[in-house]
């Protein structure tokens, strides 16, 4: 059985940074939304700190968080970041681990892998 923790937090109050190394700290799956990951990056100043701080948390937690993109009316496109190290293999293994839990919040998953393997499968 899984539990859905939904965490709500005034970027112009408290640390963006701290409020979601906690909540990783406290769940087994942490999924930002597009706009908490905007947040951060206006705190941090910039995507690449942002997207620098949760490979900090990753690590830090031994297992990845995503971030869920909008991308249209009804669609959206989740990236997660694992730790260091993790090979992609690991990471897709991981994320289809937990795929009844990311069905059950953003609707069915349509495909696994990354933008690189996309591409080669694209340009052949």
């Not at 009316?73 to 990311?102: C, K, Y």
């Amino acid at each position: 059985m899984s539990r859905r923790m939904t965490v709500t937090v005034d970027p112009s109050a408290l640390s963006m940074a701290a409020s979601i190394r906690a909540a990783a700290q406290a769940s087994p799956l942490l999924c930002l939304t597009g706009r908490a990951f905007n947040d951060l990056a206006h705190e941090l100043g910039g995507h690449g700190a942002a997207a620098e701080h949760l490979l900090t948390v990753a690590e830090e937690i031994g297992h990845p968080l995503g971030v869920n993109f909008e991308t249209g009316a009804d669609t959206s496109s989740t990236v997660f970041i694992g730790p260091r190290g993790w090979s992609e293999e690991r990471l897709q293994g991981w994320v289809a681990g937990r795929h009844v839990e990311l069905e059950a919040e953003f609707g069915p998953v349509t495909r696994l892998g990354n933008r690189a393997e996309r591409r080669r499968r694209r340009t052949r």
